[in-house]
């Protein structure tokens, strides 16, 4: 069964430094999302992502984010300059259809957590 | 804008008892819903979802929701739950450009 997978599955980093999250989405799907949940708080969307562009982002997905599907399999969050708030569960999504083509679901990884020092 | 309740934070039950997982929606637009299990150190699965026809949805592993309009709610229902079931569960609605707005989860704890 196609699964999304993400890695790494523990990150621990400095305040101020770079993160790259990777994610591989399942392969014929064409609808990417990221979302994050701080521990013990619900899941926040963060972006939405379709045909190499942001479709949506949330007031969470400032500057220091940017996201990007390098190639045909791969699907990252680049968070810059982090800070100790950053510090979350990071889970990739995607979705075979989206938008004016219909509603489906969203396949989760596993996540990512991430943490700020 | 849409917004999702859960109204328990924490369900205790017992083996084999019934559960109800309470959800109410906030949505201006057409509404679609999901309920969505987290296990332990695991990623978010899809139990179920509605997104139109029948209001009675079953979904994997027994359980159902029904959607009701006219109280906003879609609970999440099992008649007989097991140990197994003991996860955190989330209600979520979709908003614009298929995002998901999810509501602070509840947790299912099943005692035998």
């Known amino acids: 069964e196609p699964e999304v997978t993400q890695t790494p599955s523990h990150q621990v980093t400095q305040m101020g430094q770079e993160v790259i999250l990777r994610c591989v989405p399942i392969?014929?799907?064409?609808?990417f999302y990221w979302y994050r949940q701080i521990l013990g708080q619900k899941v926040e969307f963060l972006v939405s992502?379709?045909?190499?562009?942001?479709?949506?982002k949330s007031e969470i997905f400032d500057d220091r984010f940017s996201v990007e599907r390098p190639d045909g399999s791969n699907f990252t969050l680049k968070i810059r300059s982090t800070k100790l708030e950053d510090s979350a569960m990071y889970f990739c999504a995607s979705s075979r259809f989206g938008g004016l083509a219909g509603v489906v679901e969203q396949f989760f990884g596993p996540g990512t957590r991430l943490t700020v020092l | 804008a849409q917004s999702v309740t859960q109204l328990d934070s924490q369900v205790p039950v017992f083996e084999e008892a019934p559960v109800e997982l309470r959800c109410n929606y906030s949505?201006?637009?057409?509404?679609?819903l999901f309920w969505y299990v987290q296990y332990p150190n695991q990623g978010l699965q899809l139990l179920l979802k509605?997104?139109?026809?029948?209001?009675l949805v079953k979904g994997i592993n027994g359980f159902e929701a029904e959607f009701n309009k006219s109280q906003t709610s879609f609970h999440l229902r099992k008649p007989s739950v097991h140990i197994s079931d003991t996860a955190e569960y989330f209600c979520?609605?979709?908003?614009?450009?298929?995002?998901?707005?999810f509501g602070a989860g509840t947790r299912l704890a099943v005692h035998p």
């Open positions: 392969s014929n799907h064409l609808y």
């Open positions: 509605y997104l139109s026809g029948s209001t």
């Open positions: 949505s201006s637009v057409s509404v679609y």
């Open positions: 979520a609605v979709m908003g614009g450009y298929n995002k998901l707005i």
């Open positions: 992502f379709y045909n190499n562009e942001i479709s949506e």
